[in-house]
Every structure is written in structure tokens, then in C-alpha cells.
């Protein structure tokens, strides 16, 4: 089946750059999503990237996308302390009928002030 | 902003009881999910609505759990009866089938003591 694999801390010092990196096994996947959670919130769309594209910038945002690999990856740039949350990475698989997200089990970032 | 509206946002209660939570998906969204949240499993996916048909539940232990769409403004999760093994973070999420991202609610956290 799908499988999305994040590793599962990060830690970077305020104004930094971070990066965290997202590794999923479905070839068909059309979309790659990347969400934020804060404590005790739902999932917050951050951004996301089409299959076709390899790059995608949004502000402080950098998305990555490697299809050969199978890797994609989000830079925040100058890093800032609201930034700390966890990350999840997610998939969406072309089905027929399918619709599904699949997701990672987040990299928790903290920023050090 | 239009945004997915989870009830109640806490529910704690006993083994045995039945627990039910609510889900008012964002206006002209056809697809609805149900994820469930914990440390050890991450998101793990419920049930999936389109047009509000069932689609896939085949995340969801039949015995005890049941979701439905009494209309297009509501989703509803029932359990019962609860166990504290179901204690845990319940999102829903809607969208828009096709190529459009998910929304999250904030979550109904449940506990079952």
C-alpha cells in the first residue's frame, strides 16, 4: 500500500533556514500537500505542489519535488518562532474514484529562539 | 473565511457510552472524511463521503462505529459503545473532488475513561 515516511524531529535556531523532507512510495500521486498543526488545532493547509511541477515558492515557503525519487521536501526560510508545529507531509493518489489524502506522521519542528 | 466546523471540540466519557460528533463541511463541498488522530498511529482514515454516499469505510471498525450524511451541511460519527481505546483526536475534512485540497476542522478530542 501507500507509505509516507517524514522523519520525526527537527530543530533549527530563530532566522535559520528548515527543511523537512518527505519520502512517499505511490507513483501515481497527483498532488503532494503540505499541512501545519499547531497544539490543540486542526490541520492547517500550508501549501502544495502538482506532480508535474518541481518547485513551488509561496513567500517564505520553498516546496521541492523530486518524482524520480520520490522526495519532496519544504524550506521555511528565516525561521521564525510561530513556526514551530508539526509538519505532515501527504500524498493523493490517482484512483479511480479515489479522492484519499495519505499522510506522514509529521515532523515536529521546534525553533530556538 | 469558510472553514469546517467540528462539535463539541472535548467530549470525555465513560466506557459503554455512546459518542457522537458532528461536522458541518464548508458550503459547496462535495466529499467529506473522517480521520481519527493518535500518537502511535497518526492520521488513520475513518470514512469518506462523496455526495454524501459512502465511498470508503473501510477504515472504520464496523462493529461500533458508524458515519453518515443526513445532508449536504452535516457529517455525523457515532460510536458506541465507546471503549478507551478509542480515545483519541476525531478531524473531519472536506473538499471539493477533483483537484482541490482538504479542509480541516479543529477536531473533536474524546477521551473515554
Known amino acids: 500500500g501507500e507509505d509516507v515516511e517524514q522523519s520525526l524531529f527537527l530543530s533549527v535556531r530563530e532566522g535559520d533556514s528548515s527543511v523537512i523532507n518527505c519520502t512517499y512510495t505511490d507513483s501515481s500521486s497527483t498532488y503532494l500537500y503540505w499541512y501545519k498543526q499547531e497544539p490543540g488545532a486542526g490541520l492547517q493547509l500550508l501549501t502544495y505542489i502538482f506532480s508535474n511541477m518541481d518547485m513551488k515558492q509561496d513567500q517564505r515557503l520553498t516546496v521541492l519535488l523530486n518524482k524520480k525519487d520520490k522526495h519532496l521536501s519544504l524550506r521555511i526560510a528565516d525561521t521564525q518562532t510561530g513556526d514551530s508545529a508539526i509538519y505532515f507531509c501527504?500524498?493523493?493518489?490517482?484512483?479511480?474514484?479515489?479522492?484519499?489524502?495519505?499522510f506522514g506522521k509529521g515532523t515536529k519542528l521546534s525553533v530556538i529562539p | 473565511d469558510a472553514r469546517v466546523t467540528q462539535t463539541p471540540r472535548h467530549k470525555v466519557t465513560e466506557m459503554g457510552q455512546e459518542v457522537t460528533m458532528r461536522c458541518q463541511p464548508i458550503?459547496?463541498?462535495?466529499?467529506v472524511f473522517w480521520y481519527r488522530q493518535t500518537m502511535m498511529q497518526g492520521l488513520e482514515l475513518l470514512a469518506y463521503f462523496r455526495n454524501r454516499a459512502p465511498l470508503d469505510d473501510s477504515g472504520m471498525p464496523k462493529d461500533r462505529f458508524s458515519a453518515e450524511m443526513p445532508d449536504a451541511t452535516l457529517a455525523t460519527l457515532k460510536i458506541q459503545p465507546s471503549e478507551p481505546r478509542d480515545s483519541a483526536v476525531y478531524f473531519c475534512?472536506?473538499?471539493?473532488?477533483?483537484?482541490?485540497?482538504?479542509?480541516f476542522g479543529n477536531g473533536t478530542r474524546l477521551t473515554v475513561t
Open positions: 458550503l459547496g463541498h462535495n466529499t
Open positions: 475534512a472536506s473538499g471539493l473532488f477533483g483537484n482541490s485540497p482538504l479542509h
Open positions: 501527504a500524498d493523493q493518489p490517482l484512483k479511480a474514484g479515489s479522492y484519499q489524502l495519505t
